[in-house]
């Protein structure tokens, strides 16, 4: 059987307990557009992108996802659709044409933004909004590492790892090649460096960043026995069908 390398399911990817996704931290951007309706123009009309993500639409940008208009235009518009005065289909890809062309400036603008933050952090890391914003985060994800760290010690109490539908023991040499010998808590420099590379580039909305692919990190929580037969429960389909494999290399025994 093939050495399969669990991913980072074993990290605690979660969104920011702040619900920092439902604040955006750069204020939204507004367009102002004159939209071409075929038989007609609608002039400045207002978008905005990076304010309304409603779960329930999720989409591409190309697709309108991210964007939203001004409500006046919106009954403007269906006002001139109930005349006749503009095909529903028309003002569909109008409107659309619209979102696409202004997408791109936009996400320019944040990564502007993005590289402005990061050359004023390293400047003065201790003023820096973002650290700051995210320091209680970053600080419970190295509580989780303290934790997974303590368990990777304790091998007879947690055997197990479950990442990447595969189950393996902690010994194995197929997980034990992206794991640390040794591990501590970054301090000092180090912190501020860690804290940096975490707040600047994690991404809001599932908690990944650099750090998970870090092998310096424990990477996964190891299990003792019920946790782990609790996960292949989950991971079990309800006819039964497995939804995990059980590592042919170290071949766990449960
Ligand atoms: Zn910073
Ligand atoms: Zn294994």
Redesign the pocket.
Known sequence: MADVVPDDDGWPSEADPAAEGAEPLWPAAVAVVDVDFGSGWMDGVEFDYGRLRPPARERSPYQGGGFSIELPAVLDLLELIAKGQVNPRTAREALRDAAEGIYLPFTNMQFEHDRN??A??ERD?VS?????RRRGWFEGLLDAKDDWWERYNQPEVYPFIAGSGTVHTVACSVTRRVLPNQYERPSGDDYGLE??RY??CVDASSGRSPLDHDSRYPRWKPLNAPETRAWMEANTGPKGGRLYKLCGHCEPAL
């Open positions: 933050m990061m004023r952090c890391q820096c909004p973002l650290c700051e804290l940096r707040a600047h």
